[in-house]
């Protein structure tokens, strides 16, 4: 019972400093950016930095962590104001999804551009962050998928997809909406490309002295996107 207790804390103690460390480390992406230095983490977790190693064996293992808790937390916005909305409101789940999306962002804009913006250099991403990446798009998927197999999806005459780019999306349809036609797939990885380029825009500055009224120009370029898409 003494060892068991014993374990229970051991555990307890470690879970609480490992995520002492993440939030400290979040703390530097508002500062430096993705250019974490274990050191400079120690320093102000007051430990010396030999310790950090006890959780996180590499600055890249402790990056790897903070991403998967972004993209988690992406995930679990999305999905959570999605799943409030009926399920026969298309565009309603889909300006839920974009308006999710938007908000996450500016309340958390140092893990946005973590994840979205430019690549680490030296890091590279393991697999296993992969199912947490791809927690956004599903819910788009589950969308257009729902719109297709109820009959509710438009049918434009498409535009000529290359070969390559029918790979592609078939690729990625079998993913996330297996029902859908490629044309209306490859509509919706383009509106989705808008959604997040339209979010960087506005995050990263390039719609200053341009945009005035973020909140109603987002609103309208999301709708627009969802009718070309087709739901």
């Not at 555990?11 to 508002?30: D, Y």
């Not at 434009?156 to 078939?170: F, G, K, S, T």
């Not at 959604?195 to 990263?204: H, M, N, T, Y």
């Amino acid at each position: 019972m003494y060892g068991m207790k014993a374990t229970n804390i051991r555990a307890r103690v470690r879970a609480e400093m490992t995520e002492e460390i993440k939030t400290i480390a979040r703390r530097h992406l508002a500062t430096d950016g993705a250019n974490l230095s274990l050191r400079a983490v120690a320093r102000d977790l007051g430990v010396v930095s030999s310790a950090i190693y006890r959780y996180f064996a590499s600055r890249d293992e402790l990056l790897t962590a903070l991403i998967l808790d972004a993209y988690n937390s992406l995930g679990q916005t999305v999905e959570d104001r999605e799943r409030a909305v009926a399920r026969d409101d298309l565009t309603g789940r889909w300006m839920a999804v974009c308006d999710s999306v938007r908000g996450w962002a500016l309340e958390r804009p140092h893990e946005y551009a973590l994840i979205y913006g430019s690549p680490v250099p030296g890091y590279q991403a393991p697999q296993d962050t992969v199912a947490a990446a791809t927690r956004a798009v599903t819910v788009l998927g589950t969308i257009i998928q729902d719109a297709a197999v109820t009959g509710r999806v438009r049918h434009d005459p498409p535009e000529p997809l290359a070969a390559e780019v029918v790979e592609d999306v078939r690729r990625a349809g079998s993913v996330i909406a297996p029902d859908v036609p490629d044309a209306v797939t490859a509509r919706a990885l383009s509106a989705w490309v808008t959604l997040f380029g339209s979010v960087s825009f506005e995050l990263f500055g390039q719609l200053n002295q341009v945009v005035m009224h973020r909140d109603e120009f987002f609103a309208h370029q999301m709708r627009v996107q969802a009718r070309f898409v087709g739901i």
